[in-house]
């Protein structure tokens, strides 16, 4: 049955929805997206392996251990990851202005954007996202933690492959940004 808690995360990630939906009509130009072909099949997989996991383990096992009686503590911790990581995802994707794209891909007359998010970290939407999939996990079940270790390991991978055609597009700036900033958490990593 769903809660408040769980309203507040249904409504976080529709707000995230709506927002790259309405933003999308924007972007500059796309002149290479890995989303077609390889990149393409790579998405579709790891959306396959999340629906099969989350569908063939439904039946016989509990996907909220620990979490049928949710706290209100964990709950309300959940939906301020929610709320402060959709934040922080669509503020960084507001900051990328039209420049934002789909991972790894380039675009058309490419800037390299430090301010806002970007001055904290080089994936503010990377982070923003993962922090919204954790607080998930604490208030709708441990489904989402399956989605939110899956999100890592592609996010870790995009961002590699992403930071190495940023060291291609500037290869004088980005070196030193990289220096500054960490990849995915402010001051750790």
Known sequence: ???????????????????????????????HNPATGWGFAVRIAILV???????????????????EQTSPLLAMIG???????????????????RNWGMPMSVKEKPELVTSG?????????YTGVLLALLG???????WWLIIFAVGTIYFLY?????????????????PAYKARTKMLIPLIC
């Open 1 to 31: 049955m769903p809660t408040i808690y769980s309203y507040v995360v249904m409504a976080c990630w529709a707000a995230f929805l709506l927002y790259w939906g309405y933003s999308a009509l924007s972007m500059k130009r796309t002149l």
């Open 49 to 67: 392996v999340v629906i099969a996991i989350v569908h063939f383990a439904a039946p016989t096992v509990s996907l909220r251990p620990g979490f």
């Open 79 to 97: 939906d301020a990851c929610a709320v402060v990581g959709i934040t922080f995802a669509i503020w960084a994707r507001y900051t990328l202005g």
């Open 117 to 125: 998010p970007y001055a904290l970290v080089r994936h503010p939407i």
């Open 136 to 142: 998930s996990t604490f208030v709708v079940g441990l």
């Open 158 to 174: 995009s961002a590699a492959r992403e930071e190495a055609l940023m060291m291609k597009e500037f290869p004088n700036e980005y």
